[in-house]
């Protein structure tokens, strides 16, 4: 886990897991997500809708986020703005029965990060996390008639022509 001590958003899911199936809530998201993980240099907020519906064993996570992220431009290296958009669907399951206080045995294959904690609190960190960086895509371009850099002295072509003398090459 690459958390860096950082919480997006805790919701306390105690009523709604005492709810019967198909019961559900909705929530608006705003949320800072600076240093969810040190590989996204994150530029605007977490923002969407999530909703949970009860199922017969846990909670269903549903919901639409965006953001935007900086990239560096795969030709030329100028920091790029890339919006993110992912869509949620995750189920969580309770650690401790919400009407015993038992704790309850963990399914085979179980993650941690779907679970509601012993205060039957629900994190979507990690799993925003994750999908974060399952949406950034493999490089970014500052526009589509970047120049990049000069392979022999490094200047950006778009700020102008290099001094560097290159003479042609045969392609043969």
């Known amino acids: 886990m690459f958390l860096l001590g950082l919480v997006i958003v805790r919701f306390n899911v105690a009523q709604l897991l005492k709810s019967p199936a198909g019961a559900s809530r909705e929530y608006d998201l705003n949320e800072d997500i600076t240093g969810i993980d040190k590989d996204l240099d994150t530029a605007q907020p977490l923002v969407g809708r999530v909703k949970f519906l009860r199922t017969g064993n846990g909670i269903l996570v549903t919901g639409?986020?965006?953001?935007?992220?900086?990239?560096?431009?795969?030709?030329?290296?100028?920091?790029?703005?890339?919006?993110?958009?992912?869509?949620?669907?995750e189920q969580f399951r309770p650690s401790i029965d919400v009407i015993t206080g038992a704790a309850l045995p963990a399914e085979e294959g179980e993650e941690e990060a779907t679970k509601t904690d012993g205060h039957h609190m629900l994190d979507l960190t990690e799993v925003v996390r994750q999908n974060l960086l399952l949406a950034v895509p493999m490089s970014a371009l500052c526009n589509p008639q970047c120049r990049g850099l000069c392979p022999d002295c490094g200047q950006n072509l778009n700020e102008g022509p290099c001094g560097c003398q290159r003479e042609e090459e045969d392609p043969r």
């Open 64 to 89: 639409h986020l965006q953001t935007a992220i900086h990239l560096p431009c795969r030709r030329c290296l100028a920091p790029v703005t890339v919006p993110i958009a992912l869509d949620l669907e």
